[in-house]
C-alpha cells in the first residue's frame, strides 16, 4: 500500500521534474510562426480582412480562427503560400481572385482636400491642398480607404479593365465523372 | 544478430501494427494527407514508442516487479507515455515549428494511440528482455512508419483522380487502407528458416 | 520491310512528336498571289513580344508606305510601320488576334490608292558596315520573328553577337499542318532568303548557318540548295517531317545535336534560331530599305474556294482576305496559325499582324470535337511529348488545382505544341489545362510581385511618418525650449506674454500637417 503510494509518488515527481526542465530548455519566448506569417503578408494594414492590421490577421491565421484566404489583395498567391507554411489542405478552386479594383479620382469633382492623400496605406495618391489630386495605378492596392474619406465621392474604385496580357485561358470543364455508355 | 534481423523484419513487415494488428489507426488515417506530414508523425510516433517502451521495461522489471506492485502496471505506462508525449511536443514546437503546426491535434493525441501503450504490454506479455523488447519496439515502430508513409503516397495520388462522388473523401481512404492491408498479408508467406 | 531497316529508322527517327497528315498540298503548289488592297487597314500598336508600341501619328495625318507610324517602348519593343500610304482614321481599340477575343490598341489607315514610299537610305555595301549597325536597321524596320514567336529580331541578334553565338539555325521547318508560307519563301525567293542568313550572320558573327528544311518541300530544298551554292558556310540540311520540327528546341537538337537545358534559351548552347521568312524580312530591310509591312500568308481549310499563299499588308483584316480567296461555305472555325498551335478567331474582323504565317477557315468535317474521355494512364501523350515531360501527371494536377505540384513536373518547359492532345486517345484538352495553369501562375507572380511593391510602399510611409512625427516633435521641443528662454528672458523683465507664443505655436502645426 505504501510502497504504492510512495512510488508512484516518486515516479510522479520525476516525471515532473523531467518536464520542467525540458519545458525551460524548449521555451519559445515569440510565436515564430505568426512572425513569419507577418512577413508574408502585404503589410499595409488596409484592413480588407476585418482585422486590425495585417499583423492581427496573421495571428489569427496562425491559430486557425481565420482562414488562409482571408487576405483579398493577397489573393490567391498569398492563400497558397499561407496554406502551405500551415500544412493546410487548399482548394484554390473555391478562392475567387477578388476582381482587381483599383481607386479613380474623378477630376471635376475633387475639390483637393487632402484627405485621401493621408490615409492611403501606399501612398498611392498625388496631389496638394487646392490641386486635382492622382492616383498611382502601379502603387495603388484597392484597399478603398480613400472611398471613405473623400467628401465629394470622387474617389471610387473602378474593376481594371481586362487586357490580352493579363487574360488567363479558363479551367477546362472536363465533367468529373464522364457519362457511362449505355449498355443494351 | 540474425535473429533479432529477424524480429526486425517480423514486426516492421510481417505483424505490421497498423496493417495486421490494427493498432494506431487514428494518425493512420488522421495524418495521412500529404507525406511531409506523415513521415514527421511517423518519426514522432516512433520516438515515443522507442522511449516509452524502454522506461516502461525499465520500470517494470527495476520498480514493479521488486516491490511487487505489478497492479500499477496500466497506470505507470500511461504516466510514463503521457510524460514522453508532452516531452516530444514542447520539443517539436522548438525544434520544427513547422511540422508542430501541421500535426496539429494529432500530436498530443501520440499519448492515446493504442500502438504505443499497447507495444509496452505485448513486451510484459511475451516476457521480452530489454535488447529483444527494443529490437521489437523499434521494428513495430519502423513498421508504422512504413505504412503511414505509403498510404501517405497513395492518398497524395488519390487526390488527381476522379473519383466516384459516394466514395469521395473518406471512404476511398478506408477502401484504400483495406486494400493495402491485403497487401501486407502477403508479407505473412515470409519465411525465415 | 525487314526489321533491321525497320529498327534502324526507328533509331533515326526523332523519338518525340507526332506525324499528323500535312494537308499543306495544293496550296503549297499554287504560285504566291498579291493580295489588292483592300479600303481599310488596322495596325495594332502590340505585334510582337514586349512592350507595345506607342503612336507617333494624329488622326487625319496622311502617311507615306513604310513611314514610321509607332515606336517602340523599352527595351525589349518593336516599331510599326505603315503598310500603304494614305490617310490615319482612326486610333483605337479593335478584336485582337487573341483566343480571349478582347480587344487592344491599333491605328485605323485609309489607303490613298498610290501606295507612295517613303524615302529611305539603303547601305551600298552591308557588310562592309559594323554588326552593331546592321542591328540597328533590322530593329529599326520592325522586323520580329515571323515563325510566330514575334520576338523582337534586332534583340536576340543583339543576344546572339553579345553570347559569342557561332552558329546560325533557319528554321525551314514549318512543321504545321496547312501552312506552307516558309515553303513558299523558300522557292521563289531562295537568293533573298540566303543574303537575310548572310546579313544575319555578319550581325552576329557566326561561323555558320544550318538551314533545316522539312523532308516533305522538295522544291524548296532544290531552290535553297541553288542559291546557298556559293557560300560553303551555309548548308542546307534536310530534317525528318515530324511535327513539332519548327520547335526551335527541336531543330537544334535534331540539326546539332545539343539539347537545349530547361531554364536556358538556345544562345546558352551557342545557337540562334531565326525562321527564313526572317531572313527574307532582313534582306527587304537591310537591301532595300522595306521595313516589315507585308507578309505572306497561306489560307488554306476546307471552307476555302482558292487555298493558296498571298502576300498580304500587315493589317489587313481577315475578312479581306477570305473575301479574296473565296468562301465556299461559312466556315466553322477561323483559326489564325496552324490547327495545332493557332488562335481561334471569334470573327474575321481582326486584323493580319506580322506573325501571322496563315488563316485556315476549316469546315465541320476538319474539326474533330469529340467528349473528353476519362485518362487511362496508357502514357501516349509522354511518349509524344517533345519535351521529355508527363502531360498526364501534370494535367492531373492542375486539374486537382495543384499548381505548384504541376510546376514541379515541368510545366514551364511545356512549349505548348499540342502533340499530347492530339495523341490523347480520351481527349482531354491537355493544352489548354497548360495555358490555364501557366496564366494562372503568372497572375498569382504578378499579385506577388504586387503584394511586395505595396509592403515597401506602406513600409516607407510607416518610415516617414514616423520620421515627421520625429521631427515635429524636435520642432515642438526647440520651440518650448526657446519659449521657456524668451519667458526667462521676460520674466527678468517682468512682463509676460505667453498668449500670443501659444497662438503663433498652433499656426506652425497647422502649417506642417497641410504640408505632409
Redesign the interface.
Known sequence: MFAAVASLALLGAALGFGLGIAARRFAVESDSLVDALVAMMPGSNCGQCGQAGCAEAARLIAEGTAPVTSCPPGGKALASALAAKLGIPLDLSTVADQEPRIASIAEDICIGCCRCIKVCPTDAVIGAAKQIHAVIREACTGCGACIERCPTEAATLQPLPATVSHWVWPKPDVPAYPAPALAN | MSEYLVLLVSTALVNNVVMVRFLGLCPFMGVS??I??AIGMGLATSFVIVLAASLSWI?EHW??VP???SY?RL??FI??IA?VV??TE??M???A???Y??LGIYLPLIATNCSVLGLPLINMQEGHGFVTAIVYDFGSALGFTLAMLVFAGLRERL????V??AFSGAPIAFILASQMSLAFMGFSGLNFK | MGFIERFLHTLSEPRWGVHPDDRKRPAADAPLRLLPMPKRLYIPLQQHVGQPARSVVLVGQRVLKGQLIAEPQGRISAPVHASTSGTVFMIGDITAPHPSGLAFAAIGLEPDGIDASAESAVPADPFALPPAEITRLIAAAGIVGLGGATFPSAVKLALGQRSGVATLIVNGGECEPYLSCDDRVMRDAAPAVVDGVRLMMHAIGAREALVGIEANKPEAIVAMRKAAAPFAAIRICPVPARYPMGSDRQLIQTLTGKEVPSDCRAADVGVIVNNVSTANAVHRAVRLGEPLIRRIVTINGGAIWQPGNVMVPVGTLVSDLLAFAGVKSEPERLVMGGPMMGTVLPHASVPIVKGTAGILALNAEEIAESEPGACIRCGNCTRACPAGLLPLEMAARIRAGDLPGAEAFGLSDCIGCGCCAYICPAHLPLVQYFNHAKGELSTQERTRLRNDAAKRLAAERAGRLEREALEKSAAAARRKAERNAAKAAEAARASPAVPTTQHAEKNTAALVETSS
Not at chain 2, 487526390?159 to 476522379?162: E, F, G, I, P, S
Open positions: 494527407k500529404r511531409d506530414g520500470l520498480l514493479l516491490l511487487g506492485l500499477l497506470l505507470t504516466l510514463v510524460a508532452q516531452f514542447a520539443a514546437r522548438k525544434i515549428p513547422d511540422l503546426q501541421m487526390a488527381l483522380v476522379r466516384p462522388h
